[in-house]
């Protein structure tokens, strides 16, 4: 079995719609940072003695999206072998913090390894997309950018991950899958939402803001963008039928905190993805007085630490937390 892993990544300027639902093609351009501790890992191996895609670490919903992934991939490279998959990550699959991400960035860089596939980051995010659109940019670390053009699309790192060392907390209101999954919810928003015009419209603003505020390495711009970018995301979809509500009490609580630290002094911005989880920036040397501050929030589970992180890329074997009996490598396994 070959492995790999890729990290999470956080939409600082999300695209929320596909203009080509099929090839999974952005209707807006988006800024997103890689964190590296949210990681999954994935184990693929091709044989043509079984009959039938077996996928392991999965709850049911995103297990199906992999059998299509795998049944898309073979088609574009002609392969016929089936496929023996095993995912793991190291946080809640389906919660709101880009699992699916990670899950295919991870996927795709296994799968093309195990089939002898000589692809580069451009052509792995290619095909990473198709299995969820914003997995294009997990296979790059640090800032990455991935925006329409020509009736296509192009992801591309702004930044490396050693440009700025910027820190990501991820405050955890609820670990259960959500309701509504993001591309459910992206169809929906763009097919009732009277606010989803104006969501694009308001875009590309924030996009060249985000983009000159990462480069200059400024927080408060950066912030500002990231806050009402999401914000004007959820109100298109809330303004859906039926509508959409990704949030818990405590998203709306550990908003109003932020907010407050900022009131104290404190610079501190967040994000919210399509779930309830709320991601705030801040400066490393504040990150343990935010980091108090969030976990004191009633209803906050837990609050994880990330930095910009690195690309996909190839494991020797999985780390300890991803193994389970039948994802050991054998003795001969392990041998080769």
């Excluded at 300027?13 to 999974?24: I, P």
């Excluded at 299995?131 to 790059?140: F, L, M, P, W, Y």
């Excluded at 053009?149 to 955890?172: Q, T, Y």
């Excluded at 610079?267 to 919210?272: H, K, N, V």
Aim: proline share 6%.
């Amino acid at each position: 079995m070959v492995w790999a892993v890729a990290n999470s990544n956080l939409a600082l300027v999300k695209y929320w719609g596909k203009s080509d639902e099929g090839a999974k093609q952005p209707a807006a351009a988006s800024l997103s940072v890689t964190l590296d501790s949210l990681c999954t890992v994935a184990g693929v191996e091709f044989s043509d003695t079984v009959a039938e895609d077996s996928v392991e670490g999965l709850p049911g919903g995103p297990a199906t999206r992999v059998a299509a992934f795998l049944e898309g991939f073979r088609s574009r490279f002609e392969l016929r072998c089936r496929a023996r998959v095993t995912l793991r990550s190291n946080f809640p699959v389906a919660a709101g913090l880009a699992s699916s991400a990670s899950n295919f960035a991870a996927l795709t860089k296994a799968a093309a390894a195990a089939a002898g596939l000589d692809l580069d980051d451009d052509e792995l995010a290619d095909v990473a997309r198709l299995g969820s659109g914003s997995a294009c940019r997990s296979i790059h670390g640090g800032f990455v950018e991935w925006r329409p053009e020509d009736g296509r699309s192009v992801v591309e790192r702004i930044a490396s991950k050693e440009h700025w060392p910027l820190c990501i907390l991820v405050a955890v209101t609820s670990e259960r899958p959500k309701d509504v999954g993001s591309s459910e919810g992206m169809r929906r928003t763009a097919a009732t939402s009277p606010y989803y015009r104006a969501w694009l419209d308001s875009g590309a603003e924030d996009f060249a803001e985000a983009r000159q505020a990462i480069l200059n390495r400024s927080l408060e711009r950066l912030g500002i963008v990231a806050e009402r970018n999401c914000l004007r995301m959820h109100a298109a979809a809330l303004a859906s039928v039926p509508p959409l509500l990704y949030w818990e009490p405590a998203t709306v609580a550990v908003m109003r905190e932020v907010r407050a630290l900022r009131d104290r002094g404190t610079q501190a911005y967040f994000s919210i993805d399509a779930g309830p989880q709320v991601k705030v920036l801040c400066e490393p040397a504040m990150a343990p007085a935010v980091r108090a501050a969030l976990g004191s929030v009633p209803g906050v589970l837990r609050v994880l630490e990330s930095r910009p992180g690195g690309a996909a890329r190839r494991l020797d074997s999985p780390p300890s937390w991803a193994v389970t009996r039948s994802t050991a490598p054998s003795a001969e396994a392990s041998a080769g």
